[in-house]
């Protein structure tokens, strides 16, 4: 399957969701190690919010960045 193909596949299967992903999940989902997202996200490069200490993402917007994506993370 072509990468662009998966992204999509990913994508709708994010905007589906009905919860905010943590970190672990979205890690899961990526298959990439937690301090990749961690660094995505205080970086600014993956849309990310803070609820406390917490970090967490909303599924719609990081379908929203997924797709604009060039490939890589």
């Known amino acids: 399957m ?3 193909e998966a992204r999509v596949s ?3 299967s ?3 969701s009905n919860h905010c992903f943590t970190v672990a ?4 989902l990526f298959n990439v190690n937690r301090i990749t997202i961690y660094r995505l996200a205080q970086q600014g490069r993956i849309p990310a919010f ?3 200490s917490a970090v ?5 917007a990081v379908a929203s960045w ?5 490939g890589a993370l």
């Open 2 to 4: 072509p990468a662009y």
């Open 10 to 12: 990913i994508a709708d």
């Open 14 to 16: 994010l905007e589906k």
């Open 25 to 28: 999940e979205l890690a899961r």
């Open 50 to 52: 803070r609820i406390g």
């Open 56 to 60: 967490r993402f909303d599924p719609r």
């Open 66 to 70: 997924l797709r604009k994506q060039g």
